[in-house]
Structures are given as C-alpha cells and as structure tokens.
C-alpha cells in the first residue's frame, strides 16, 4: 500500500510535465489530460483512505522511502513521504476540490487559447500541494511550500499580459518568500538543534530542546505560515492574487494552498506545544487576522476581493484555534475542511456569476441576479449560510468549535480571543450578507448599464462584446461548471454535521495531533448563543444597510474606516512608502555608490597614477640642455651623497 | 607507466585551440565545427575523468608528476581530488554549449563594416581558455598553478575586448571604447591581483623550499615545516587576493559587471560561470590546505565580505537596467555564497559551496545564454526596451522563466540544494551570519522577477512583435542545462558523493569538525 | 710644484665647460665646451698618474682622446647636417624628440 503514495504526486506531476512541453498538439485534449490526472490522484486518494481506515488507529501512518535526497556528513535529506490521519484528511481536500475545479475550468476557461497551459499549472499546484503535506520531513515540506508558491505565481499571473496581473504574481511570491526565509530558518534552527530535520526525531524529541531554541524555531514556522496562508503582517498579497482566474482562486487562494500554514502549525504541534510564548503569538496573530480580513471585506466592492478578505478571516480562525494547542488543533482542520468546501463553493459561484455577467467583478453593478442564475444562486447562498455559521450547517460546527476552544483557554487570554472571535462571527454574517444582497437582490443595476471588462479581454468570451459597450446578460453557466458547484455545496452543508457526527473527525486525528479538553469559562449552550446573537445582529445590519435600501451604483466615499479599509487598511500604502519606494532609494544610491566610491577608488587611482605620469612626461621636454642640467644636478647628488657618507 | 589523462584531457583543447586557430581564413564553417568537436572531445575525456575516480580512494588521484625546472623545485605535478574532478566535468560541460551558443557571434559584421572579425579566432581563443582552465583545476604544483592561473587572462582579454554585442545603443565606435574599457579593467584588476600572488608564491618558496602542495601542506601537517604566525598571515593574504578578486568578493567585483555587460553573452557565461571558478577552487584547495591557522584567522573578515556581496550584489542587481549587468550582480551575489560555505569550515558549508559552484555553473550558463538570445533579437540589452516577449515567444520566456527560478534557488532546482547546504552550514556554526545570509533568498526572488516581469510579461512592445521564437540550435544549448537543473535538483546524490570525501580531507586539514547538535540523543 | 694645483685647474676648466653646455645655445660652442670638459678630465687622470706613480691615469687619458676624437667626427657631422635642414645650430631648436 506505501507504494501508492508516490502515485499521488506523481499523477499530477506527469500530467504538469505532459502538459507543459506537450506543446500545441495536445491544445485540443490538454484539459482532459489534466483533469483526468488530478482524479486519478484523487482515487489513490480513496484507496489509501479506505486502507487506512481498515487499520487500528495507532497504525494509521504509512512511510514511503524513495530516494536519498542531500547527503552531507550528518545532514541527510531523504524523498519520503509519510500518510498519516492528517496528511490523510488532507491529501481527500486537495484532490476532490482539485478535481472538481478542475473539471469547474474545463467550462470557465473554455474560451481562452491557453488552456492547456492552465491545466499544466493546476496539476504542478496539485503535484507541490500533495508533495506539501505528503513530506516526511521539513526540508522536502520546504520543496512543496515553494513549489505551490511557485504554481500561485503562475497562476495568478496567468493572464500576465496584463501588467496587474504580473506585478501581483510577483508581489505574491515575494512576499511569500519573505515566509519562506521564515521556514528555511526554522529547519536550520532544528537542524543545529537536534542534527535532522525529519518529523519523527524532531517532534519526538521536541521537549529534549531549550525553551529558548523551541520558541525560535516556532516564531519561524509561524513567519513562514504568516506569508503562506496571507497572515498579519504578511497578509499584503492575497487581495491583489484575486487578479488570477476564479478557479485559481478558489482552489488555491481559499480552498488548499492558503491553509498550508495551519497545516504547518498544526503538524509541528510537539514545538509548539513546548513553547508557550509562541503559542500566544499564534493565536494573537489568529485574532487578529481574522478580524483585519473581517473588517476589509466589508469594504470591498470587488466580490471576489471580498471574499479574498473573508478568507483571510476564516484562516485568522483556524490558527487562532492552531495556536490554542491541544484545545484547538483539531478543530482548526476541521474548520478548515469545510472552509475548503464552502469557500471554493463561494468562490466557483463568483466565478459563475462573473461568467454570466462579462467579467465584470463589481458588486454594485449586480443586483437580482436570483432569477436569471438560479443554480448559481441556491449553491452560493448554501454556502454563505454555512460561511455565516447558520445551525446545522457545516461552518456552524467548525467556528463553534474553535469559539468554545478560544473561551477554554483560560484566564484574560481566553476572554480576548474569545470575544475576537465572536465579534469576527458578527462581521463575518455582515460582509458574507452584504455580497448576498447586492449580487443576488435588489434591483438590477445592469441594465442600462454596460460593463467594462476588465478581466482578460482575449481569454473570455467577454472579447466579443468588448467595444460595443453591449449590456450584459445574464445567464446561468454550463453544466460543466454548476456540477462541481453542486457537488461543493453538498459538502458545504453535510460535511459539519457529518464530522462531528460522534466526534468522528476528532476521534480520526487525534493520535496525530493530540487533543485535550480544555475547561470552558461558559457552557458550551451559553457560547452557540452568543455566536447566534451576534450572527443576528450581523445579518440585521447588513440587510437595514443593502436589503432595504438601493445600494448607490457608485461607492460613496464612505467613513475613514470603510476607505481603510477599501485600501486594506493602508498595509499597502505602508508597504509601497516604507519597502517599495525606500527599497527603490535604496537600491539607487547603492548603484551610485558602487559606481562612484567602490568603483572610484580603484578608477581614481588609476587616474592619480595617470597624472603622476603626465606631469613626469613634461620633464621629458626635448632640450637637450635642460637633460644636462639634470644629468649634472644627479651627479652632483651622488658624489655630495658619498662624501656625506664618508664623513658619517 | 599509465596514460596520461589529466594531461591529455588538459592538452586536447590546447591542441585544438592551435588547430581551429589555423583554419584558413575563409573555411569558418569548418572552424566551428572543428572546435565543436574538440570540445565534444574533451568532454568525454571529463567523463573518463570522472568514472576513473574513486571517491572513497586516495585524495589525489590519476597523478602525473615530472621534473620541470629542478633549479627551484618546480614540478609538473597534476592531480585530482572530488572538487577539482567536479569541476573539470563542469568546465567540460560547458564549454560545448558555449562553443553552440555563440555560433553566429563571430561572424563578419555585414558587408562594408570595416570591424573584421576573426572567427577562427574566437573559437580558438574559447579553446586556450578551457585548456587552462582545466589545468589550473589539476595542477597541484603552486608555481604550475599560478602559470596558468595569469595566462588565461590574455585569452579571456582578447574575448572581451575583441568581440562584443553585435549591436549597440550608442553605435560601434562607443561600443568599442566601452569593450576595451572593460577588457583593460578586467586585465588590470585581476593582473594586480595576480602579482600580489606572486609575491606571495615567490614568499613561499623561500619558506618552504619547494612549490608542491602536497608536500607542504604534508611538511606543515606533521610539524616538520614551521612558519610563523605573520608569515603565514602574509602569503595567505597575497594568495586570498587574487582569489578574491578573480571569484569576485566585495568589493573587489566592479570588472565583473563591465566584463560581462560589454562581452557577447557565451563569454560573459565564460567568465561567470568558468574561469571565476578557479579563483573559488583555489581558495579550498590552495588557502585552506597550505594556510590552515591564518586561513581560520581571516574567517570572521572574509565571512562579512562574503555576506556584504550576498547582500550588496543582490540589491545592485535590483536597481540595474541593463539585463547583462543585472545577471552580473546577481553571480557577485551567488559568490558570495559559494565563500560563505567554504570559510564556515562545515562540510555541509563546503560540500554545499563546491556544488554551488557547479550548480551556479550551469544555472547562469542557462539564464545569461538565454538572455544573450533574447538580446541578439532585439538588439538592445536595456530591459525596458522589452515587454510581452511571453505572448510572441512562448518557448523563449518559458525556458528563461526556469533559469529564473534557478537563479531565485527554488526548490526541486538545482541551485537549491547548493545554497540551503551553504546556510545551514554557515549557521550551525555562526547563526547570525546564516540569517542574514537568509535574506539573500528573498532579494534574489526580487530581482530575478522584477526582470522576468518586466521583460516577459505585459503588453507586447511593437518593437518585439516580431521576435522568433528559440531556434533549433538555441534549443539544443538550452534544454540539456535545464534537465541538468531538474536531475542536480532532485537527485544531488552523485555529486556530492564525489564531493564530499575530498571536503572531509579538506576540513581535516583546517582541524575543523562540524559543530555538534544540542540534542545530541536524537541519532537516526 | 704641488700636484694640486693641477686639479684646482682642472676642476675650474670642467666648470667652465659645464656651465658653458648648460647656458649656450649654439650647438658648435655646447661642442667646444663639451671637449673642454673631456680635456679637464684628461689633466686630471694625468695628474692622478703623477700622483700615485703608476701609469693607469696616462693610459685612461689616451682613450679619452680617441673617444674624443671619434666624438668629434660623429658629433660635427650631425651638426653639420643640422644645420643644413634647419638652418640653425641652436640645441634649443632640435627638441623634436620630446614625447
């Protein structure tokens, strides 16, 4: 059976490796090949899941040994892979959502000529994702974390004659990199620590360490999911990845790649755990995160920018329950699984409506969309009732869990975070409403009204009507596309219920990660009130705001805080000031300077040895008297030179 | 007595060199080809190198030594241990792809061009300098070494001086002050540097009575040659110049940019990728074999140096708006690394810097080469006279995005394994330096896309429209450096199992041992 | 008569002729003062001769003679052809070869 799990890298890789050099022969099957490849993955997938579930929980970790990867001295990185019950959970995630957006692109990219290509990077994104959370150790881990890093480059640069889209592609990679120098300093750390770097010696041994080392290296593994899964301070990149087609989005920046970094967190749990200090930061940052990306989407206009700041939020929840220890771990994948579910769902329906109505991604141009988009519409607001955590749907289970796990944290702390995470459930049931509204409700602000295309004019049949400022119409997608919408939003309302269904996904992880209960302040009924309250109160004010009055086809200019946050609260305003212009400064003068002083030095030296010689070439004048005069003034010289030494 | 195959793998380019050089003058076709074979040549004879060498043998092996000028003791004494047999194949390797490259750059400028260009020549002249190369990476004799450490630079002069980019934004008369500017930078630079060096030789041969390495660093191993603490400090500054200034260390580096910016691309990746080795190579094999004490004195200066370059040459590359000078600050910046690894005295930091070596090797012959093809077509090195070249050139910007992504270190590429061998090794033993050194990584990602962004993506320039794509002898320089890139990437394991012996020896030498983990129970 | 005397003269000559090549221009009297340098050489390598008793300094002073001599015969016929071309025998006029 261990044989299996190369199988599943290897499928989409091959499939990446087909479709990138296959070259234009294979434009016309290229989407199949890669479609089919990513099932193929998902059906190992199924077996390896069935195998497992056959075996005792103890023995629920298979090892695969490849090759011998760096062998230096003591440094030995080998290629092995390790399944276990949560690299398990995750590899079922990656592959079905993968292989239903897949099969959601065959549809939305149907018009553009490079399809192929698309699918090529889709399957590399797989190959790197699976190759992520499949890795036995932090090093081939580190290959994966760059290698989605790279697949979301291209990605969101896909259309990259569009220069927005290439400087986002690069603004995602750098600043991820910024993360990645985080990770690569947390396996140097582990590596000076305890000599290896694999997951089994180093989260065995995680408490033979110092507090100090541990502490360390999880700020790094925190740094390094900070960049991944778009965090405070690194959270910069993730608005502007909405610049990559829909289905990108919606695989990577929601569903799987941007959970990466609670996956890393919540598999080196062992270090965590043994460092209190860098447990609290995590779940600061969580809190935070998950209100900063609240309070941008409420701002934003741009659906799919809204829903980019919710994701923010929904995974500012995850690793605040990441960052909680025992309490929280398995309910932060366990959020994450339905996330992954209803997020893609959220974020294929975007995609739908934004095929439907010319690529125009403005949410005040929407309006009474229901009635011409009616599969759209029940699979979207599935999904924004299980985002706002209606009962009984599946975001009600996971964002209890990790409510109830922030309060059971105990002391000052536990009400902080407890409360961030409720007034984040308000804001969440306000944005998620407020994008409900405006796109399916109220009155049609289309009509009338021709859109502009700002979404890759050659890709989309968008081109045709491009020009004649021709007036959408709206109309629902291809089945194509509405299946895996379907599909998702079946998870989006079963999957809770069903995981929590006699704590299977708890009782399923925990040998992996460990879970402790912790002891709740208020009764578990007290919190699911006050998450009911506040959800209220949340959709309340959204609907008196968007629901009962027209909503202005032009953004008002807003409070102080709705223009924050429009700009994302000015991170990238400080971003552009203090790294992009200072960075600009900087690199300018070191040019001058290199020009000038270093390279001055040894050109002025050369120059000074230049003019010494010019002045020495005047003595050389032609006159022969003047040598003379030289000639006798040197003899002179010498003979008053050896008297005086005769005398001495 | 066996055949000698470090000479001939030495001489066979020599040979050729003269023979390519004698082509009558109108048969250029047949010049090209004739040093396309040679090369083809001397790279198997690199391969029978490389399987006749036993790593876990002797240090030096296939060994040669002859009497030469018995006057002063100098012998012509050849040898290799796994970093030089490294990095003969590299050399090897490279210059085929090189000779392939530049097929059309010394042709004869069109009809009523007064410039001639003398193609024989230029081949010939790539010849020599991998003649000399490859024996300066054998010698194990310091006076032999140093012969031919100084010679290359008259090859290396003529190619940079005599043979620059077809076309030139200020006309040729400027492009030809611009070459020979930087043809008489290159030669000064790295002649002052050679001198010193001599000094230093000539200083040791009156301390030791002898040139031969192993005989010295043996004599100085057991005790039986003493140097005091000054001198050695002293000839090992003068040997650690030159190779400073030939690998090139901050801030000895400002020939390197002019260099390859007014050379044709094959060259530039001559100098970067080839000869700048020698000045890396040396300083393992040469610095910290004849002069461990002063060799452990100097680190903490030299490691600063090396991380001012990581980190200087890195933002340099930044604000560059030439293609060629930013691929130059970025080699100054991967130098820095390659001198990290090697003076953190850890085998991870010296198996990782001699790979670097030949991993940067490969990584810039397959970015800059792309870059001079991308610059042959459009006539122009600045970069914002590119755009969208993606849209017209899909193989071309696909190709280049990968050595992009080498140059940037991701992993699965080979570059990767190299540089995270460099930082863990620099950090087990000095933390602070490895973090800083970090931050190379994340200034690379900078400047490598801001030029893939710029020069590939966006709108398409009228200017490019027409560009074609890689033509079939382009493709065949490129894509076998890609796969090298992939395969070193994945599976670096037949390297450094040449390498890593000869780095042992090379540690035992310096009596450094790897720092030990804290968590020492935790054996595999 | 002390010999000294001999090189007080000699001495007083070799000025003579050298401040006479150092301050004149016209090339026949630089010539002239050159050869009385030589002479002031000569007087004083036979007064040395005398002086010590040994012949060496009368044999030195023969060859500077016939060096002299042949100076002479080389050095006239540049000025001679000097002249012809530039119409001059100033020293100062044939600077051509400065850099």
């Known amino acids: ?648 | 007595m066996s055949f000698p195959l470090l000479t001939a793998t030495a001489v066979l380019p020599a040979i050729g060199a003269v023979a390519t050089a004698a082509v009558p003058a109108a048969q250029r076709t047949a010049a090209k080809w004739l040093a396309l074979l040679v090369s083809l040549a001397t790279l198997a004879l690199a391969i029978t190198v490389l399987v006749r060498f036993d790593p876990n043998g002797g240090r030096y092996q296939l060994t040669e030594s002859h009497a030469w000028i018995a006057d002063f003791g100098v012998r012509y004494e050849l040898g290799v241990d796994g970093i030089a047999v490294a990095l003969i194949a590299l050399t090897a390797l490279l210059i085929p792809f090189i000779v392939l490259a530049g097929w059309h750059d010394a042709d004869p400028l069109e009809t009523g061009s007064r410039r001639w260009r003398p193609t024989q020549g230029f081949f010939a002249l790539i010849l020599a300098v991998e003649a000399m190369v490859i024996i300066s990476f054998e010698a194990t004799d310091v006076f032999l070494f140093y012969i031919f450490f100084e010679a290359m630079l008259i090859p290396m002069y003529f190619l940079i001086g005599g043979f620059g980019d077809r076309a030139h934004e200020h006309g040729e008369e400027a492009a030809s002050t611009q070459r020979s500017y930087a043809a008489v930078k290159f030669l000064l630079y790295n002649l002052v540097g050679g001198l010193i060096m001599l000094a230093a030789v000539i200083g040791l041969y009156v301390v030791a009575g002898n040139f031969s390495l192993q005989e010295i660093a043996q004599a100085r191993a057991n005790g039986s040659l003493h140097m005091a603490t000054s001198t050695e400090r002293w000839l090992f500054l003068g040997f650690f110049f030159a190779f400073a200034v030939k690998a090139p260390l901050w801030p000895l580096h400002t020939w390197l940019p002019n260099a390859m910016q007014e050379s044709t691309a094959p060259v530039a990746v001559l100098i970067t990728a080839v000869v700048d080795k020698v000045g890396t190579f040396a300083m393992l094999r040469f610095c910290l074999q004849l002069f461990p004490e002063a060799s452990k004195w100097a680190t903490p200066v030299i490691l600063v140096l090396a991380l001012v370059s990581i980190v200087y040459g890195a933002l340099l590359a930044v604000g560059q708006r030439d293609i060629k000078r930013l691929v130059a600050y970025a080699s100054i910046s991967h130098f820095g690394f390659i001198i990290m690894g090697i003076f953190a005295m850890t085998s991870q930091g010296q198996s990782g810097a001699t790979l670097y070596m030949v991993n940067h090797g490969i990584s810039t012959a397959a970015w800059m080469l792309l870059a001079g093809f991308l610059i042959s077509r459009r006539g122009s090195r600045l970069i914002a006279d590119y755009g969208g070249v993606q849209k017209v050139a899909p193989v071309l910007a696909g190709t280049f995005l990968i050595g992009t992504l080498a140059t940037l270190s991701l992993p699965g590429l080979a570059p990767f394994v190299s540089e995270f061998l460099v930082l863990v090794g620099t950090f087990t033993r000095y933390p602070a330096i490895g973090i800083i050194g970090t931050f190379g990584i994340v200034l690379a990602a900078l400047y490598a896309l801001v030029l893939y962004q710029r020069t590939m993506t966006g709108p398409v320039k009228p200017e490019v429209s027409a560009m074609p794509d890689l033509r079939v002898r382009e493709l065949l320089v490129v894509a076998p450096l890609i796969v090298l890139l992939i395969f070193l990437g994945v599976y670096p394991k037949p390297v450094t199992d040449i390498v890593n012996p000869a780095v042992k020896s090379t540690l035992s030498d310096v009596h450094k041992t790897d720092p030990k983990p804290e968590v020492e129970a935790v054996a595999k | 008569m002390n010999p000294v005397n001999y090189l007080y003269l000699s001495a007083l000559l070799f000025t003579i002729g050298a401040t006479g090549v150092l301050i004149r221009r016209n090339a026949i009297v630089v010539f002239m003062c050159i050869e009385l340098m030589l002479n002031a050489c000569n007087l004083a390598f036979v007064t040395f001769s005398r002086m010590h008793g040994n012949l060496d300094g009368q044999i030195i002073a023969f060859f500077t003679m016939v060096v002299a001599a042949a100076e002479v015969v080389v050095g006239l016929a540049i000025i001679v052809s000097l002249f012809r071309t530039r119409h001059s025998a100033s020293v100062d006029d044939a600077s051509l070869m400065k850099l």
């Open chain 1, 1 to 648: 059976m261990e044989n299996l799990i190369a199988l599943l890298v290897a499928a989409p890789l091959l499939g990446a490796a087909v479709l990138l050099c296959g070259g234009r022969r294979l434009d016309a099957v290229g989407h199949w090949i890669g479609t089919l490849m990513s099932t193929a993955s998902f059906v190992f997938g199924v077996i390896l899941f069935a195998d497992l579930l056959g075996k005792n929980a103890e023995h629920r970790t298979l090892i695969q040994h490849l090759w011998t990867w760096i062998p230096v001295e003591s440094f030995q990185a080998d290629v092995t892979f390790r399944l276990d019950q949560l690299s398990m959970t995750f590899v079922l995630l990656i592959t079905g959502v993968g292989s239903l957006i897949h099969l959601y692109s065959v549809g939305y990219m149907e018009h553009d000529e490079r399809r192929r290509r698309f699918f090529g990077y889709l399957n590399l994104f797989l190959a790197a994702m699976l190759l992520l959370v499949l890795a036995d150790n932090y090093l081939l881990l580190y290959v994966g974390w760059e290698g989605v890093g790279l697949a979301s480059y291209l990605l969101i640069g896909f259309w990259q004659h569009k220069p927005s889209a290439a400087t986002a592609a690069k603004k995602a990679f750098l600043v991820n990199r910024v993360g990645d120098m985080g990770l690569s300093i947390a396996i140097m750390l582990m590596f000076a620590t305890f000599g290896t770097f694999a997951f089994g010696p180093v989260l065995g041994h995680a408490t033979d360490a110092s507090e100090g080392k541990l502490t360390a290296i999880a700020l790094m593994l925190l740094l390094a999911a900070c960049g991944k899964s778009a965090q405070v301070p690194l959270q910069s990149w993730l608005g502007d990845a909405m610049e990559g087609p829909t289905p990108v989005s919606a695989l990577i920046h929601a569903a799987t790649m941007v959970t990466a970094g609670v996956y890393l967190i919540v598999r080196s749990g062992a270090i965590f755990n043994a460092a209190p200090d860098a447990q609290l930061v995590v779940t600061v940052v969580g809190a935070v995160t998950l209100l900063f990306g609240a309070i941008v989407g409420c701002a934003k206009d741009d659906i799919k920018k809204a829903l980019a700041g919710s994701t923010m939020s929904q995974i500012g929840y995850m690793v605040l329950a990441a960052g909680l220890g025992p309490i929280g771990y398995v309910f932060a994948i366990m959020h994450l699984v339905t996330h992954g579910f209803f997020k893609a769902g959220l974020f294929l329906g975007a995609g739908s409506v934004m095929h439907g109505m010319n690529d125009e991604v403005d949410m005040r141009k929407y309006g009474g969309l229901r009635k011409y988009m009616p599969v759209t519409f029940i699979t979207f607001g599935l999904g924004y009732l299980a985002i706002i955590g209606f009962p009984g749907l599946s975001g009600f289970f996971s964002k209890d869990k990790i409510i109830e796990a922030a309060f059971a944290k105990g002391g000052t702390e536990g009400w902080i975070l407890g409360a961030c995470a409720l007034v984040g459930a308000a804001i969440t049931a306000f944005y998620m409403t407020r994008v409900m509204l405006m796109t399916f409700f109220g009155e049609e602000r289309w009509k009338n009204q021709p859109t502009r295309s700002p979404e890759a004019p050659s890709a989309e049949p968008a081109a045709e009507h491009q020009g004649e400022h021709a007036e959408p119409h709206p109309h629902e997608s291809p089945k194509v596309m509405t299946i895996p919408m379907i599909v998702l939003a079946f998870g989006s309302v079963f999957a809770g219920f069903f995981f929590n269904l006699g704590d299977r996904f708890l009782h399923w992880l925990e040998p992996v990660t460990g879970h402790s209960e912790g002891d709740s302040p208020l009764s578990a009924a007290t919190v699911t009130g006050a998450t009911m309250v506040c959800l209220v109160i949340g959709v309340g004010i959204a609907y008196a705001m968007y629901g009962r009055r027209p909503v202005p086809s032009v953004a008002p200019r807003g409070s102080l805080l709705t223009r924050a946050a429009r700009r994302d609260l000015l991170q990238d305003d400080f971003n552009h000031v203090v790294l992009v212009r200072g960075g600009e400064h900087l690199t300018r003068s070191l040019v001058y300077v290199d020009h000038t002083l270093v390279d001055g030095v040894v050109n002025g030296t050369a120059a000074s040895v230049g003019g010494l010689s010019g002045r020495m070439r005047k003595l050389q004048n032609g006159f022969a008297r003047s040598y003379a005069v030289s000639m006798f003034g040197g003899a002179a010289v010498l003979v008053a030179a050896t008297l005086l030494m005769r005398a001495v």
